[in-house]
């Protein structure tokens, strides 16, 4: 059993009990959560496709916790114009646990 699912405007694979990384939410950790852009959902016996969503079929999830991604280093220079900048930047996600398909 899985779903597709849109989440701020990226498409994610979602199975019960999945823990994965999507961009930052303004929810809580310890919060639920609901998803109800399903583009497809599979049970294992029939495929739902959705024009564009499956009406009716929602996904509830909690909110684990947030955290940062790894540092990426931005550097940009110009050699011979004394001109270097070095900006760091670190990407904020919140981790979610799918519970249930309903």
Do not use: C, W
């Amino acid at each position: 059993m899985y779903a597709i699912v849109r989440i701020a405007g990226q498409q994610y694979k979602l199975t019960p009990s999945l823990k994965l990384f999507v961009p930052l939410m303004e929810q809580k950790p310890g919060s639920k959560v609901v998803f109800e852009d399903v583009l497809l959902f599979d049970d294992g016996k029939s495929v739902k496709v959705g024009n564009p969503i499956v009406q009716g079929m929602k996904i509830e999830a909690e909110v684990l916790e947030h955290v940062k991604d790894d540092k990426v280093v931005v550097f940009k220079k110009k050699r011979r114009k004394q001109y270097q900048v070095k900006r760091g930047h670190r990407q904020q996600y919140t981790q979610i646990e799918v519970k249930k398909f309903s």
